[in-house]
């Protein structure tokens, strides 16, 4: 009956990781003598927000941190859970931790969307340790989430998962007896690959697209169930996907190429080739919102609006919608004037900044300046004298540098007269 039962279980959830050693991917967060590893098997993890793409391993590290710890695992989803069922929780957990010794972990999905006053709830379960808060998150919690959880958790970034990892994971439900060990399922090496080039990074896209594979496949006489390409793009949740990962990234350069070299029509041509091929349209805004600062920078700042407008939109309304909007953004970075002097500043500036460790700042600059005087004087507040007035601002040593030039371009041209003004 059991069997039964199972067979109807997804097999992303059957196929899901138990232990430390089957963990895939996240190298620089699980490695034999890492931090996280190293505090899981002592039993010594506290309360942590776990942050990446979707499918990349977050549940499931959770469950197994739970299940090495011999702890007690509690699941929770922020879209459909609030104040009352997180505090039923952490009344059982006082009970268990203080008559039998066991700690309870309370992983909260999308932990982001809870407001202030049901991240308050358990903030005194986490700094009394009644609980380890356990928060599972697509988006950056240093920005959707209230300060007074974030600040009373370790933050681990989690990783889009490389196309090695998720072929080890098709590779191990095809021969896993908790997958289709038991079955008789041919899949060449190339299917593997591309099936795992298409899935971005997720293993439970993979699973679910392999899933669905298997089940709509007919077995030959002796027994086989064949998967070709044609199948796994039959089956995929984009059914016009034709694109393995040599090509996604050769038309993604394109594009980037594009947008530097002001032809609207070839960029606009390698973005519509993406979407059709199911890339996410937050990728494509988000190289726009970089080469908006990179290439056009302070010759058209409106380039940066409009290119941020464009993820908004991505985030906000999703395909087909956003559709127009990023090809609005991509005329006009394509249109606009280019300048590469922010991009050149910031360069020079980090380059500075990472060979000088010894630059101070003047004393007359500090929050609290000293009574030493290093020949710099007081400060001079701009607005005293018409709103500019000269005075050194970086450190002695690098007091002549000059990291910001203006080029001629677009509305860059007149910073020139200014900065030979204010010389």
């Given at each position: 009956?059991?069997?039964?039962?199972?067979?109807?279980?997804?097999?992303?959830?059957?196929?899901?990781?138990?232990?430390?050693?089957?963990?895939?991917?996240?190298?620089?967060?699980?490695?034999?003598?890492?931090?996280?590893?190293?505090?899981?098997?002592?039993?010594?993890?506290?309360?942590?927000?776990?942050?990446?793409?979707?499918?990349?391993?977050?549940?499931?590290?959770?469950?197994?941190?739970?299940?090495?710890?011999?702890?007690?695992?509690?699941?929770?989803?922020?879209?459909?859970?609030?104040?009352?069922?997180?505090k039923?929780?952490?009344?059982?957990?006082?009970?268990?931790?203080?008559?039998?010794?066991?700690?309870?972990?309370?992983?909260?999905?999308e932990?982001?969307?809870?407001?202030?006053?049901?991240?308050?709830?358990?903030?005194?379960?986490?700094?009394?340790?009644?609980?380890?808060?356990?928060?599972?998150?697509?988006?950056?919690?240093?920005?959707?989430?209230?300060?007074?959880?974030?600040?009373?958790?370790k933050?681990?970034?989690?990783?889009?998962?490389?196309?090695?990892?998720?072929?080890?994971?098709?590779?191990?439900?095809?021969?896993?007896?908790?997958?289709?060990?038991?079955?008789?399922?041919?899949?060449?090496?190339?299917?593997?690959?591309?099936?795992?080039?298409?899935?971005?990074?997720?293993?439970?896209?993979?699973?679910?697209?392999?899933?669905?594979?298997?089940?709509?496949?007919?077995?030959?006489?002796?027994?086989?169930?064949?998967?070709?390409?044609?199948?796994?793009?039959?089956?995929?949740?984009?059914?016009?996907?034709?694109?393995?990962?040599?090509?996604?990234?050769?038309?993604?350069?394109a594009?980037?190429?594009?947008?530097?070299?002001?032809?609207?029509?070839?960029?606009?041509?390698?973005?519509?080739?993406?979407?059709?091929?199911?890339?996410?349209?937050?990728?494509?805004?988000?190289?726009?919102?970089?080469?908006?600062?990179?290439d056009?920078?302070?010759?058209?700042?409106?380039?940066?609006?409009?290119?941020?407008s464009?993820?908004?939109?991505?985030?906000?309304?999703?395909?087909?919608?956003?559709?127009?909007?990023?090809?609005?953004?991509?005329?006009?970075?394509?249109?606009?004037?280019?300048?590469?002097?922010?991009?050149?500043?910031?360069?020079?500036?980090?380059?500075?900044?990472?060979?000088?460790?010894?630059?101070?700042?003047?004393?007359?600059?500090?929050?609290?300046?000293?009574?030493?005087?290093?020949?710099?004087?007081?400060?001079?507040?701009?607005?005293?004298?018409?709103?500019?007035?000269?005075?050194?601002?970086?450190?002695?040593?690098?007091?002549?540098?000059?990291?910001?030039?203006?080029?001629?371009?677009g509305?860059?041209?007149?910073?020139?007269?200014?900065?030979?003004k204010?010389?």
């Amino acid at each position: 009956m059991e069997e039964d039962i199972t067979r109807f279980v997804p097999l992303a959830e059957r196929m899901r990781p138990k232990t430390l050693d089957e963990f895939i991917g996240q190298k620089h967060l699980i490695s034999p003598n890492s931090f996280l590893v190293r505090a899981i098997k002592s039993g010594t993890l506290g309360s942590c927000i776990f942050y990446g793409p979707p499918g990349c391993g977050k549940t499931t590290l959770a469950n197994i941190i739970a299940n090495t710890t011999n702890g007690i695992f509690e699941k929770l989803n922020a879209v459909s859970s609030g104040v009352s069922e997180a505090k039923d929780i952490i009344a059982r957990a006082k009970v268990n931790l203080q008559m039998y010794g066991k700690r309870t972990y309370l992983l909260l999905d999308e932990c982001h969307r809870w407001s202030k006053a049901q991240s308050d709830s358990v903030l005194q379960a986490i700094e009394d340790g009644s609980i380890v808060f356990i928060g599972s998150t697509t988006e950056n919690p240093f920005i959707s989430m209230t300060r007074a959880i974030v600040s009373r958790c370790k933050v681990f970034e989690f990783r889009p998962l490389s196309s090695a990892d998720v072929t080890i994971a098709i590779k191990r439900a095809i021969t896993d007896e908790r997958g289709y060990g038991k079955l008789k399922i041919d899949i060449d090496d190339d299917t593997t690959k591309y099936l795992a080039s298409i899935s971005g990074g997720d293993i439970r896209s993979a699973l679910n697209t392999l899933e669905m594979a298997v089940k709509t496949t007919v077995e030959d006489k002796d027994g086989v169930t064949h998967i070709t390409k044609e199948i796994i793009s039959q089956c995929v949740q984009n059914s016009m996907v034709g694109m393995d990962e040599d090509t996604y990234y050769d038309v993604l350069s394109a594009f980037c190429k594009s947008l530097r070299g002001s032809d609207p029509d070839a960029a606009l041509f390698y973005c519509q080739k993406l979407l059709v091929s199911g890339c996410d349209p937050r990728i494509i805004a988000r190289r726009m919102v970089a080469h908006a600062s990179e290439d056009i920078g302070m010759a058209d700042s409106n380039a940066l609006l409009l290119a941020i407008s464009a993820l908004t939109s991505c985030e906000k309304l999703g395909l087909p919608e956003c559709n127009l909007t990023l090809a609005h953004a991509i005329i006009y970075i394509c249109e606009a004037e280019k300048s590469n002097s922010v991009y050149l500043a910031m360069s020079e500036a980090d380059k500075d900044a990472r060979e000088h460790p010894e630059a101070v700042v003047p004393n007359h600059l500090k929050n609290h300046p000293t009574g030493y005087n290093d020949g710099h004087g007081k400060y001079k507040y701009p607005h005293d004298f018409g709103g500019y007035v000269k005075q050194q601002y970086l450190p002695d040593v690098l007091k002549n540098k000059r990291y910001y030039v203006p080029q001629k371009n677009g509305r860059e041209a007149n910073m020139v007269q200014k900065k030979d003004k204010y010389k």
